[in-house]
């Protein structure tokens, strides 16, 4: 069974800081780059930070660079985000993500793409 589950959300003052949890079964997590989305109510998903099986770490959102750190615990099969000076605006369900593309030896799909969803965990920034 392939599964990947969020966890670690919950209620927080601004300024606090929460650590998300991705856990991962059923599959090579080591082998996939890990992606955290987050979706804000009413508004599109954002692409916030992701980190690869190299352990490279790029942030996409602007917004949290210098208050979230990703890392992953390849023998927990394991990603944590830690997020620290939490804002209102940093309100929204928070997504994991694993991705990565394999060579299907196919002339017509020379490379797909695998990945796998979380279903999500809601962070509230709120006094």
């Known amino acids: 069974q392939v599964q990947l589950v969020e966890s670690g959300g919950g209620l927080v003052q601004p300024g606090g800081s929460l650590r998300l949890s991705c856990a991962a079964s059923g599959f090579t997590y080591s082998t996939y780059t890990i992606f955290w989305y987050r979706q804000p109510p009413g508004k599109e998903r954002e692409l916030v930070i992701g980190?690869?099986?190299?352990?490279?770490?790029?942030t996409y959102a602007a917004s949290v660079k210098g208050r979230f750190t990703i890392s992953r615990d390849n023998a927990g099969n394991t990603v944590y985000l830690q997020m620290s000076s939490l804002k209102p605006e940093d309100t929204a369900v928070y997504y994991c993500n694993a991705y990565r593309r394999v060579d299907t030896g196919s002339f017509m799909r020379p490379v797909k793409a695998q990945d796998y969803w979380g279903q999500g965990t809601q962070v509230t920034v709120s006094s």
């Open positions: 980190i690869t099986n190299a352990g490279v770490v790029t």
